[in-house]
């Protein structure tokens, strides 16, 4: 994220610390499946649970060594826990924990949109449009136009106005799941 375009909520769910969370988060839920299993000795997952953690700074010093984001995350937890870092990452690969954290950090990032989004469905566009008209001038700009000055900004108040129509078209449901045999051609008589 660059932070000058970025607002403070987007940019923590993309900051490092929130990623490497998500990445601990997973390591951790994974080993206390793994303690249900058997696979790893149930003390060492509680000591996993009480002592994982990670630093931010000493992640990146690692990285710089090995070339290995993952690695240098493994390592900072490692130093923290102790001897039962062992058992952390067992029978995972990178791209396991990479994936699943992305998704993990889209949802927060969509969570924060569709937030953002059901607050201006609710924003009364007459009233938008007033206030708008009140304020003072703004330059608005076209491609290649030279900007000129105006009172309403049309585009937005276009983009609320449209945004809030498109939520009372009604939906289309499918009302059984499509399957290979539901879409089965029909033969045509002019075909052999």
């Not at 994982?52 to 070339?67: L, S």
């Not at 998704?103 to 937030?115: G, K, Q, S, V, Y």
């Not at 106005?161 to 009604?170: D, F």
Request: overall charge positive.
């Amino acid at each position: 994220m660059i932070p000058r375009y970025s607002r403070q909520e987007m940019a923590s769910v993309w900051s490092p610390e929130n990623r490497f969370q998500k990445w601990l988060d997973i390591e951790v839920l994974v080993c206390e499946a793994l303690a249900r299993r058997g696979a790893i000795p149930k003390k060492a997952f509680a000591n996993i649970r009480a002592k994982a953690a990670f630093d931010v700074a000493r992640i990146d010093k690692i990285e710089k060594v090995v070339k290995h984001d993952v690695i240098a995350f493994l390592t900072s937890v490692g130093e923290k826990v102790g001897p039962d870092a062992r058992f952390i990452h067992m029978g995972l690969t990178s791209s396991a924990i990479l994936d699943t954290s992305f998704a993990l950090l889209l949802r927060e990032a969509a969570d924060l949109l569709i937030a953002d989004i059901d607050r201006m469905l609710k924003i009364d566009i007459d009233s938008f449009i007033e206030r708008q008209k009140r304020s003072s001038s703004v330059l608005r700009r076209a491609a290649e136009i030279a900007p000129a000055p105006g009172k309403t900004r049309p585009t937005m108040i276009q983009f609320i106005s449209g945004a809030q129509a498109a939520t009372k078209l009604p939906s289309a449901k499918i009302s059984r799941p499509m399957t290979i045999t539901s879409l089965r051609p029909q033969r045509s008589e002019a075909m052999p």
